[in-house]
Structure formats: C-alpha cells, structure tokens
C-alpha cells in the first residue's frame, strides 16, 4: 500500500517545550524539525503513534495520538498526524482544522509542514511545494522533510524528481521505513520493476514482520501480471495483521483481474464483517462496488455506494457523502444514464456548498462540477455547451495551478475532439492527460484507432487492458471494453 500524500514562522509556546523538542532532536543548528509540546508524556505517546503510522499501520497509531492529545491538548503535530489516520473525512478535516488553527504556536519548521499540508488539502499544490522547499531549505538534515517533497513530487507523478527526495531521506536515515515505500512505487510508475523490486525487498528486510512490506511487494506482483503469486504475499501481510484492510482488498483485486468476481467480493465481505471501524467498512463496501462493476453490474455496484452514502450520511460526513454521489454519478454516466448521472453530480455540489468545508475545499467541488457538466454535455451531444464547460474549468483549473485538474482539462478537450472527429488534437490532450489513469490509454487508443493507426491503436487498447491497477474504479470502467477492442485489432 502506498501512502497518499497531500504533504502537507511561529514561535514556541514556552522555554520547557522548546526543551522537550531539543531534547528529542539533536537540533544543534537546525538539524531535526522540532516537536513541541508542553508534556514529555504526550511527546512520548507521540512518537509512538508516529512510528506506527510511517508503517501504515493508521488505526493502530490512533489511539497514541489519541493520549498525546489527552496529556496536550494544545499538541498540533499530534492533530495533524491524527488527521492522516482518522478513519472518515470528517475526522479528517476535524483533526486538520484543529492543528491549522494551533499553526502559529508551534516551530517554524511545524507550521510549514502543517501549512503545507493544508494546500495541498485545498488543491493548491503550488503553495504546498514552496512550504515543503522552504522546509528543506531550512532543515536539510530532516529525513522526514525530504520525504515530504519526496511525497509532493510523488503525486505531481514528478518520479525523478520524488526518487531523489526519498533517496536523499534513506541516506540521511538508512533505517527510515517509509521512502523505501515510496520509492518502489515511484519505480513502479516509471516501469523500472527490477528497481521497485530492490527497494520492497529492502523495506521488507528492514521491517520483515510488518504488513505493509508484503502488502507493497504483492501490489507489484500483480502491476506485472503475476496475480497468484501476488495473492500468496498478500496473506504473507495478513498473517502478521489479519486487520490489515489493504491486503484483503488486493486480494480482491487479484481475484477480479482472474475472473473469479464472486470470490473476489467474499474477500470483501470477510473485511466488512471484521472491520474495526466505518473507514475500513467504506473501503469494504468501495471496493464490492469495484468488483460489481468490473463484472458488468452496475445496478449492484449503485447499492454498494448507497450503502457508503448512508453511513456518511448518518454522520452528517458531508465530504464523505459528495464523493459518494459524485461515483454514483460516475457509474450511471459508464451506464448511459446520463441525465441521471447529472442529478448525482448536481446533488454532490449541493452537499458540499451546505457544508461547513473550507471555502477552498467549495471552490474545488465548484471546478469538478464544471467538469462533469462538460461530460455530459459531451455524452448528449451538446457540443456548445461541453466547449464552454471545458473553457471555464480549463481556465479555473490553470488559475489555481492544480495539476490533477489541468490533466482532467486535457481528457476533456481531448474527448471533445474526439466527439469532433479531430482525432489529431484528441491525441495530442490525452498524451497531457493523466497517465496513471488507465481510461486516459483507453481514450488515446480511441483516438488512434479514428486516426486509422491500428498498430498504435493496439498498443493502447493494450496498455489500458493490462493496466492492472489496484481497486480502481477507472480501471474497471474500461477493462473488459479494452480487452475486447484488442482481440479485434
């Protein structure tokens, strides 16, 4: 499993915290980013927590943030790492906002990283990046600094760029678990497999009786194909945590890219009837409704997302509850239910406009809203309309410097074309699009195929075929479609 990352000046509250923290850290001139805390114990309980978290064990760390906040209630890192754990989005935005609104109380070197943390949250990865530099530039001896830029240039899909920032982190902590991680799938991404393969089986020596490690190691077994050799080193992870929800639902994945759906989805339900909280039965339920639609149903894979809808609602998980609307919406539109797609994506923005979000985190929603109009614009044949969707949320999407967002303007544009007969510039947006999003290979593989170039066409239906992704609802939208178009080419 790979860790996601948003990573994401003040003064110290009093001489003893900046004691604790000197006291954690060899700080010297700098050396290590600070901790502060008014209590030993809740630093203590801190590390703790942070410990199991770098080793992707999120809800087993909870309850050590839970007690460094107990014994500090002023303890931003603690909210902020608590953040990252916290098992629905509104626990989520609830710890974030609470170590945000502690930012100019803590170490110059915190407040960066949590201020960093909150742009990319907002969806300005522009402003994250220039937190995370100014973070090593001010602390170049802190592995977890270099893993944060690391983490930034990971989700720009930048891999030489995270490559070296992870590297820099092991060669100032040879024993630092989570670049190892990282730089595998980074080495992943980039089809380097011998490369990802060093750097699992490094993570793996360091910390053999960990899940995570073997959990990381089966995803790039099945990346390349190898799906039962993959399924053994995912009950390798189970064995040394039978919780550990990510190797029960690569296991699914496994089984659907078999064939074997039914298995699959019995996979899940053993994690739904073990799952120790609602983000692990959401995950649950996400993933049945993945296997549902790889297998061609999508009115079972609906009543998995009402499920998930229900329990958000049942929390009043606004965030929660719009992306549960807007993946329905995605599942009708795949479906041809467009019009009923719409009222999804409508109904999603609502939730989100009534909520007590961020106005950033609204202005976001606003933008992929313009985006899913264009769609259906696209898919009715209201090309006028589609064009003038496109333009706005080109034009917002660049202005915010979202690069996620910009990549989507291009698949617009690009489909746009298509529905245009240009497939000339139809190839030329899909080539800027994203290309860890096996429907963007579908999409090219189209555009190819209405340029009259089978040998191209054949190699994208291929790549998006055989794009073996791990529990990918994309993926699952286009698989059977590409491996149909490729046995005719």
Known sequence: MKLHSFHCSARILALFALLFALAAYASGNGAKIPITTSSEQARQAFLKGRD????????????????????????????????????TAKGFFEQMNKAVSLADKVSAGERLWILGFQAGVNGAPMQQKEYYQKLVEAFPQDERAHNLLGGYYFGQQDWAAAIAAYQKATALAPNFTQP?????????????????????????????NDPNPHDSYAELLQKTGRFEESIKHYHEALARNPNFAASHIGIATDL???????????QLQKLYGMARNDGERRAALFATAVSYVDAG?????????????????????AAAMAGDLGAMGNILFEAGKYQDALAKF?????????????????????????YNVARVAVATGDLKTARAKSGEFRTRAEGAKNTFQIWLAHE???????????????????QLANQQNPYTH????????????????????????????????NYAFIRTQAQKRLAVN
């Open 346 to 370: 409508d109904k999603s923005l609502q939730v989100m406009e009534a909520s007590s979000l961020a106005p950033e985190v609204k202005e976001n929603a606003r933008r992929i809203h313009l």
């Open 256 to 266: 659907n890219l078999l064939g074997r759906h039914q298995e699959a989805r019995a």
């Open 180 to 208: 190892y991680n990282q730089l595998g799938y980074a080495h992943r991404f980039m089809e380097n497999y011998a490369e990802a393969e060093k750097a699992f089986k490094k993570y793996v020596e360091l910390i053999p």
């Open 297 to 317: 149903d999508w009115s079972s894979a609906l009543k998995e997302m009402d499920k998930q809808y229900a329990m958000g609602e049942k929390i009043n998980d």
């Open 52 to 87: 199991l978290f770098e080793r992707l064990q999120g809800q087993e760390s909870l309850q050590h943030f839970d007690q460094a906040i107990d014994k500090d209630p002023d303890f931003a890192m603690a909210y902020l790492y608590s953040s990252f754990s916290q098992p």
């Open 412 to 430: 617009l544009a690009g489909t746009i074309a298509l529905a245009e007969n240009d497939p000339g510039k139809a190839i030329a947006e899909f």
């Open 442 to 473: 579908f999409r090219l593989a189209q555009a190819y195929a209405a340029q009259g170039d089978k040998a191209k066409a054949k190699a994208a239906y291929a790549k998006a075929a055989n794009f073996n992704a791990l529990n990918n609802m």
